[in-house]
């Protein structure tokens, strides 16, 4: 379980910002918790919370990264949480020339 036990006092949403920050150096990161839509539906068990999120993300990293490419660089950095109930995200990935325009 290595550093994920002492990250369980920290909500998922402070572990995702975390990561994403510090891995690809965002200059906009916004992290939203839609879990409440889904509240009910059959993947959320036992009224899981911290399941469903938006994420923006601004990157330099980004750059000459197609759309699949950037999402995947987002689902690879989360993959601990998504072994762990983070079941789904809606990403926007950005670099910031691309935010100007």
Known sequence: ????????????AIRMRQTLQSSLEASVLEIEDVSYQ??????????ANETHFNVKIVSEKFEGQNLVKRHRM????????LKFGLHALSIVAKTPKELGS
């Open 1 to 12: 379980m290595g550093s994920r036990g002492a990250n369980l006092v920290l909500s998922r």
């Open 38 to 47: 889904h509240a009910g539906h059959a993947a959320v068990k036992d009224d």
């Open 74 to 81: 987002v689902y690879d950095l989360l993959a601990e949480e």
